[in-house]
């Protein structure tokens, strides 16, 4: 996979450190699918993008069994310190084929703000069809186009690739904006069913860490989280 975002070597590192306090992941995104996902007790869990592991650990401390994909081997190195020797984890490119997972082997896919670096967005939605047993779930965030829109400018419906700094790092991520209506389409158009849509707020703790910033983000659009569902046999 070419190395275009921020996710590996040295600005891997910086990321998996990024992702560990961020309060965009650490009290928007992680609580949101968290929530969405409910009692995942003895539920086999696939997590692509699964990064440095830390929503694997959050459905593994809730009694899931983790399954890890990432095209970075930097993230899954910060992944294995974090989940343990005992876990499942692939460095594989996900614009391709997951051949080396079975058919209906899965309860949940975990899909956390990874899409929009996909360009092969039908072909990945087909294999996580695939892999889902009938009425497995699909629990996925990615970017709010209104966030996108109100950083970037331009059009609202501009599908544009784009390249975001990471909180002055100087790292960036590489990702396709897409509204609404585009994302809904290619979910619903793969044969997902749509069970529920959040927009996620920063949940309370975030208030007693930083007052001001958690009044801020709770205003903002920041990520969409879905739960989807492949309809049963
Ligand atoms: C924003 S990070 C999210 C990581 C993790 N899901 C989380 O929420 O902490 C995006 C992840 O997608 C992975 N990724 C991006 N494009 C990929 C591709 N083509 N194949 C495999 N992984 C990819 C990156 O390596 C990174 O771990």
Redesign the pocket.
């Known amino acids: 996979?070419r190395p275009k975002?921020a996710?590996h070597d040295d600005l891997g590192d910086l990321f998996a450190e990024h992702?560990e306090t961020s309060p965009y992941?650490a009290w928007i995104?992680r609580p949101a699918l968290l929530d969405l996902a409910g009692d995942v007790k003895e539920r086999r869990v696939l997590d692509v993008?699964?990064?440095?592991g830390?929503?694997a650990a959050g459905f593994m401390a809730r009694g899931a069994e983790v399954v890890g994909?990432?095209?970075?081997a930097t993230?899954l190195r910060h992944a294995r310190a974090r989940l343990g020797d005992g876990v499942e984890l692939w460095l594989?490119?996900?614009?391709q084929p997951l051949d080396f997972l079975a058919d209906a082997s899965f309860d949940d896919v975990v899909c956390?703000?990874?899409i929009h670096?996909?360009d092969n967005r039908r072909g990945l939605l087909s294999e996580l069809l695939r892999v889902l047993r009938p009425s497995g779930r699909l629990l996925l965030s990615t970017t709010h186009p209104t966030a996108d829109w109100r950083h970037f400018g331009g059009s609202y419906h501009s599908s544009e690739w784009v390249d975001l700094d990471l909180g002055g790092s100087g790292a960036s991520?590489h990702y396709q904006r897409a509204t609404l209506e585009l994302l809904l389409g290619e979910l619903l158009g793969a044969g997902f069913a749509l069970d529920r849509l959040v927009e996620p707020r920063p949940v309370p703790g975030f208030r007693e860490i930083d007052r001001e910033r958690y009044e801020r983000l709770s205003t903002a659009p920041t990520f969409l989280a879905l739960r989807l569902v492949k309809p049963g046999a």
């Not at 993008?49 to 440095?52: D, E, I, K, L, S």
């Not at 594989?92 to 614009?95: A, R």
């Open positions: 996979m975002t996710y992702a992941n995104d993008g699964c990064g440095a830390h929503h994909v990432d095209g970075s993230l594989h490119d996900l614009e956390a703000l990874m670096h996909i991520i």
